[in-house]
Each structure stands twice: as structure tokens, then as C-alpha cells.
Nanobody, 130 residues
């Protein structure tokens, strides 16, 4: 069965950095549409970044140049490197995986992107202080 588990969240000052990890099991990251989402309490989840099986990468506009999504195929792990963090980045961050064999058909900023993902992690909290 498919599981994704996030780690690496924490509390940092504005301008600091964090690296989130998503350990996957039951499927292969390199052949799956993978994504990072974030959610402020009570709000809808916002797509942050995606990494497709063809190596295609997309970002939501307000993290471009600051966040970097990557994967380690040998470790079957997805990462999100977050630099120059801002207070507005504060959220619960979730790793998500699509159905095995599926493709990332939409950029992460699309309203349709969330429908690409079937499996979700439990979330890891990121808090950025001013």
C-alpha cells in the first residue's frame, strides 16, 4: 500500500531555510506525479510545487526563486528546499502522490492540480517568525 510521510518542518526566523522530506513507500517516486501543498488552518490547500515522472517541475508563483523541489530516486524520497522564508509561508505542508503510473497533467498553480493526487501525508508544520 502507498504511504508518504513528511518530515523536516520547524520554526525559523524570516530569511531562514528549511528542507522538507517526503519518504514514500508502496510506489516509486520517479514514476509518479509528486507534489507539495500547504494549508493555513481553515483554508483550502494551496499547491506549492510538483515533480512529474518525466522530470517536469512546476511552482506556484509566490515561491519561485525561493523553493526548490527535488527527488532522490535511490532513496525514493521527495524534497522541498525552502530558502528566504517569509512569515506568509507559515502553514502545514503536505506531500502528495498521484496514482502509480499517472502523469502530472497540470501545473501546481492550476485549480485542477489537486485532482492529480491520490495519496496524502499527515503534514509537517512550518512556522516563520518576523
Amino acid at each position: 500500500q502507498v504511504h508518504v510521510v513528511e518530515s523536516g518542518g520547524g520554526s525559523v526566523q524570516a530569511g531562514g531555510s528549511l528542507r522538507l522530506s517526503c519518504a514514500a513507500s508502496g510506489m516509486t517516486v520517479s514514476s509518479t506525479c509528486m507534489g507539495w501543498f500547504r494549508q493555513v488552518a481553515g483554508k483550502e490547500r494551496e499547491g506549492v510545487a510538483s515533480f512529474g515522472s518525466w522530470g517536469d517541475i512546476t511552482y506556484v508563483d509566490n515561491v519561485k526563486g525561493r523553493f526548490t523541489i527535488s527527488r532522490d530516486n535511490a532513496k525514493n524520497t521527495l524534497y522541498l528546499q525552502m530558502d528566504s522564508l517569509k512569515p506568509e509561508d507559515t502553514a502545514m505542508y503536505y506531500c502528495a502522490a498521484g496514482s502509480p503510473g499517472g502523469l502530472c497533467s497540470y501545473s501546481i498553480g492550476s485549480r485542477f492540480a489537486v485532482g492529480q493526487f491520490t495519496y496524502w501525508g499527515q503534514g509537517t508544520q512550518v512556522t516563520v517568525s518576523s
